[in-house]
C-alpha cells in the first residue's frame, strides 16, 4: 500500500510485467528470455520498423496491434516501447482470462490514472481469442485513452479483430527474421552469456532452419549450451532442425500452406504440391482436410478436362476417412500429383459464378411453360430429346432469348470433345 500527493492510499500490487526486485536463479530462465534486448534500438529490426511504422517513435504512441509469426518479438516490442516512454506495462492472457479479470483490471488502470495521473499499457497476448462481447469491453477506454492498449496476434488481424477496435489502433505487422538477422540475435545472446563455444557454422545452421522465429532460434542455442551436446554434432543438428520446423493448424501458416499447396496443383507442378502435401502432414494437419480441399480443386480447377480427377478426389476421401494415417498418405500422394498432373480447365467454376451473377442481378427467372411440371393447357409441349435422332432437339430452356453463355469449354482433354459437340449440335439457329 503507498499513498499519492494527495495523501490518499491506494493499490499498488498490481500485476506488473516483470518484477525487477525479485531474487530469481537466473541460471533456470530461458536463454530466450534472458537475452530479450534491454532498450529499443537493440531490437533486430527496430530501423525498418520505425521507417514503416514512423508512429513508433512518437513520444506518446498509439494503440496499437501488433501481428506476425510467433518468434517475430511481439510481446518484447511492447514491453520496450513502454519502457522507453517509461509507462508502466500489464500483461493480460486473452486465453487464461475472461471479461470480470478484465474489469478488474481495467479498474485498476484507470485508478492508477485518477490518482497518480499516469497513463498505463494494457498488453494483450492472443487478442484474437477475445470475441467480440471481450473486444467491445475495451472500446470506450480505448476510445477515451484511459490507457494505451497493445494487442499481439499471430492472426492477420483485419480477419480476427473486430472492425470497431480495427478502427481505434494501429496495425503493425511484425515479420519473421531473416537468416542474418537470426545470426545477428544468437551472436548477441553469447556475447551475454560469455560464452565463444558455439562452432560458427552451427549458428548459421540454426539461423537458416528456424524459420526467422527468434524463440526457436535461441531455444536451439540453448540446447547447443547444455553441457556435452556438441560432442554429438550431427545429432545435435537433427534434434534442431526436429524442433525448428513450425506448423500451426489453426494459424496463418495453416492458410498459407494449403493456398501453396492448391496452388502448385492448379500450377501443374507435381513436385511441389508433394513438398507442400508433407509439410501439412509432418506438421499434424487433419488429412480429411486435405482431401476435401483435393475434392473441390477437382472440380474448380479440373473441371471437364478429366472429370475421372473428381472420381480419384472423392475416393481419395473417402480411403483417407477410413485409413487414416500414416498409410493415408500414400493415398493422399496419388490424388494430388495426378490432380498437379493432369490437363485442367475452370470453365465449369466459371460458369456457375457467372450464372450466379446474371441471377442476382436480373431478379427472379421464370421458368418457360413448356418446362414446367404442370403447364397450363394448350401450351406447345415438352420435346423429348431421346424421341429424335442424336436424341437431341432444339428448344427454348431458358426464360428469354437473350440469356447469355455460362459455360464456355476448354480445348484441353475430354473438354474439347464436349466443347466440339455442343458446336456441332447448336450450329443451326
Not at 186 to 207: C, G, H, M, V
Request: charged fraction near 25%; aromatic fraction near 8%; include cysteine.
Amino acid at each position: 500500500m503507498s499513498r499519492d500527493s494527495q495523501g490518499k492510499s491506494m493499490q499498488t500490487d498490481l500485476p506488473l510485467f516483470e518484477n525487477h526486485d525479485a531474487v530469481v536463479d537466473t541460471a533456470s530462465i530461458p536463454l530466450a528470455h534472458r537475452s530479450r534486448p534491454e532498450k529499443l534500438a537493440d531490437f533486430v529490426g527496430w530501423d525498418d520498423l520505425v521507417k514503416n511504422f514512423p508512429f513508433l517513435s512518437q513520444k506518446k504512441f498509439p494503440a496499437l496491434i501488433l501481428y506476425g509469426p510467433p518468434g517475430s518479438g511481439k510481446t518484447t516490442l511492447a514491453q520496450l516501447l513502454a519502457q522507453e516512454q517509461k509507462y508502466e506495462m500489464y500483461p493480460f492472457s486473452a486465453v487464461l482470462a475472461g471479461i470480470p479479470e478484465l474489469k478488474k483490471v481495467i479498474a485498476r488502470l484507470l485508478e492508477v490514472k485518477t490518482l497518480m495521473g499516469k497513463t498505463s499499457v494494457l498488453f494483450i497476448d492472443e487478442i484474437h481469442r477475445f470475441n467480440k462481447t471481450q473486444q467491445d469491453a475495451l472500446l470506450p477506454y480505448v476510445e477515451k485513452g484511459d490507457f494505451i492498449l497493445i494487442g499481439a496476434t499471430t492472426e492477420y488481424p483485419k480477419a480476427a479483430i473486430n472492425p470497431a477496435l480495427l478502427s481505434r489502433v494501429q496495425l503493425v505487422e511484425l515479420r519473421a527474421l531473416a537468416p542474418e538477422g537470426v545470426e545477428i540475435l544468437l551472436r548477441k545472446a553469447l556475447e551475454r552469456s560469455n560464452t565463444t563455444t558455439i562452432p560458427e557454422d552451427l549458428i548459421r545452421f540454426i539461423a537458416a532452419v528456424t524459420g526467422g522465429d527468434a524463440r526457436r532460434a535461441l531455444n536451439s542455442l540453448e540446447l547447443c549450451l547444455q553441457e556435452g551436446a556438441l560432442q554429438n554434432f550431427e545429432a545435435l543438428k537433427k534434434t534442431i532442425l526436429e524442433n525448428a520446423r513450425r506448423y500451426d493448424k489453426g494459424g496463418v501458416r495453416h492458410y498459407d500452406v494449403i493456398s501453396a499447396f492448391i496452388k502448385s496443383m492448379r500450377g501443374s507442378d507435381p513436385d511441389a504440391a508433394v513438398l507442400w502435401l508433407a509439410v501439412m502432414i509432418d506438421g499434424g494437419e487433419d488429412p480429411a482436410f486435405i482431401a476435401r480441399r483435393m475434392v473441390i480443386f477437382a472440380s474448380e480447377d479440373v473441371g471437364n478436362a478429366d472429370p475421372s480427377a473428381l472420381s480419384l478426389a472423392t475416393a481419395a476421401l473417402t480411403s483417407v476417412e477410413k485409413i487414416g494415417l500414416p498409410e493415408a498418405r500414400i493415398i493422399l500422394a496419388q490424388a494430388a500429383t495426378y490432380l498437379a498432373s493432369t490437363v485442367k480447365s475452370n470453365a465449369s467454376y466459371m460458369s456457375i459464378n457467372a450464372a450466379l451473377e446474371f441471377v442476382r442481378e436480373e431478379g427472379t427467372q421464370e421458368v418457360p411453360e413448356h418446362l414446367k411440371n404442370y403447364p397450363r393447357p394448350g401450351t406447345p409441349p415438352y420435346q423429348y430429346p431421346h424421341s429424335f435422332k442424336g436424341h437431341f432437339i432444339k428448344q427454348q430452356y431458358t426464360p428469354g432469348p437473350k440469356t447469355p453463355r455460362f459455360y464456355n469449354p476448354s480445348e484441353e482433354g475430354r473438354e474439347k470433345f464436349l466443347k466440339e459437340r455442343l458446336e456441332q449440335l447448336w450450329k443451326k439457329s
